[in-house]
């Protein structure tokens, strides 16, 4: 495509420069431009324009005389020829340039470019003197430059500067008419067949509004095929009392029992106490000794009161007739044979109130047996004395004991109730506690001057799991007519115990509860019926259930009138009142 020449007027923006550049076909222009264009003088909007022309991989060349163009020009990278106003012999003296008189502009290949055609110049500036020995703005390509001959002035270089005549030339006053021009794309297009920016906008409004229905239809369609339902079913309540029998089992034997667990939980509690009785008393000392039969393998029978001798000489007598078992030889070795039985002294004296030590069978002196038969105690010997004494009498053990007793319920009771799972509940009112002394604890008559007492107790208590006690109102309800599920938080009950039984691990109650119940609403069953309903036939479907006391509808998109025929579609939910 040729190259095209376009005359710049003052009152044109860069708008339409843009809009020339974009709309048409050739790839290299020649902008001239008047002094002090106001898009020329704004170097963001040359910028702009320059940028434009790289984007689209155009060439612009800028002639003009007007020096602050030619600067904004160069700084954002445009060709310039520079239109001088010295005298023909001004220059000729400076550059010793003969005068050349120009007829026309001609490219390198004129068969691919359009010419123009200009007027004569007058008489008097017949020669036009060009200066080619400094262009304004020096090409990046060293072997372009301005050839002259012949009169014909070729531009095969991109950068090139005018002489002060070449206004003359570009003007547009000086080129010939649309009539006359042999080409019309040498001359800009005229305004009036170019599009302004307005019709340009008012394209992009009718774009845009068009974008927007299509959008918007697009829009509906996906709304319309989506077509959503959401019911929510709020049911009457009623208050209710019910009382039923329930028993519960570690094993459960049908529906009816419920599943427990048997707690099981233990304490000791003991008192030390000054002892009140006060008396003159003798009393032996008693204990116990293992006597051992090393003598043979066959069992030894010792009477009651046998004697038994410490090596201090005093002495105990068993108090009850044994038989010592025969001593057993186990891997070659002999092992005696053992008993353990209860002595007591030969008389009365806190002497005899010895530590553990060995024993010896006075009456087998000078047989055999005497060494191979022999006796151990393993505790203290205790309770010998003889004169006045402090003991601790009936009425001393009675009254500690029933304190510890009462304290070690409370506790038991205490620890009890710690002692639950999340979600489970206690069977408060059918503990069942057992106390009883330990071998630690003192009994009547013990010498001294104070005496201790020792309980230790046990509880037992069924837990339930609370979830089960729900579940057996709702199915008590269900039984019932159309109270059949009741609202959880206002469920109170209490259970009245009747028997824990630990052996079979069962317990029996009670149940009292008082709560508010609701119609167990059939959801499946409502979204499968009301599938395809408009507004008249939900109104109507509802009325058939007295029990729901409100329904509220919410259909998607808003312009929906009816319920979708897709159950998928259709949410029912159900919520307390």
Known sequence: MAPKIINIEQDDKVDDLVEIIDNSEASEFFFVVPKSHKVFLDLETIGLLSERANKLKKTITIITSDQRIIAK?????????????????????Q????????????????????????????????????????????????????????????????YYRAEEELEKLYNPKNILSEAQRPIK?????????????????????????????????IIFAVLNSNQKAKITITPQKEKATINIALVASENPKNETELLGKLIEVQKTLSKTVNSTGDKFLEQKSTGSIIIYNAFSSAPQTLVATTRFQTKEGLIFRITKTVTV???????????????????????????????????????????????????????????????????????DIDKITNELTQQIKEDL???????????????????????????????????GEKFTIELSGKIWAMSLLEKDIEKIINTYLSKKGTLKKFIPSSLKYKIIAKKLDTQNKTFSFDLNAELEAVTDVDTQKITKE??????????????????IEKVKILISPFWKHSIPQNRSKISVEVVNP
Do not use: C, W
């Not at 020995?133 to 430059?145: G, Y």
């Not at 599938?531 to 029990?547: R, V």
């Open 73 to 93: 020009a160069t700084e954002t990278g445009f060709r310039v020829l520079e239109e001088h106003k010295k005298s023909s012999q001004t220059q000729e003296k």
């Open 95 to 158: 550059k010793g340039m003969h005068k050349t008189p120009v007829r026309e502009i001609v490219s390198p290949k004129a068969d691919e470019i359009e010419t123009l055609e200009v007027q004569d110049v007058p008489e008097k500036k017949t020669e036009i003197p060009i200066n080619i020995d400094q262009p304004e703005i020096l090409t990046d390509t060293p072997t372009e430059k301005i050839n002259l001959q012949n009169n014909e002035i070729t531009f095969p270089i991109k």
């Open 185 to 217: 794309e040498i001359i800009r297009p005229s305004k009036q067949k170019s599009i302004s920016p307005q019709t340009i906008r008012f394209s992009k409004k009718i774009l845009y509004a068009i974008l927007s229905v299509f959008i918007i239809v």
């Open 325 to 395: 078992p025969g001593a057993q030889l186990e891997n070659g070795t002999l092992i005696p044979g053992s008993i353990k039985t209860d002595v007591i002294a030969d008389k009365t004296g806190v002497e005899y109130n010895i530590a553990p030590t060995k024993f010896t069978i006075p009456g087998f002196i000078g047989t055999s047996k005497y060494d191979k038969f022999s006796a151990e105690s393993e505790s203290d010997m205790k309770n010998g004395f003889k004169g006045k004494t402090k003991f601790a009498t009936k009425e």
């Open 413 to 447: 009771v205490k620890e009890m109730a710690k002692i639950k799972g999340e979600g489970m509940i206690n069977s408060y009112g059918a503990e069942e506690i057992s106390i009883s002394p330990t071998e630690k604890s003192s009994v009547e008559n013990t010498i």
């Open 530 to 547: 009301i599938s395809g309903f408009n507004e008249a036939q939900i109104g109507s479907y509802f009325k058939n259930y007295p029990d």
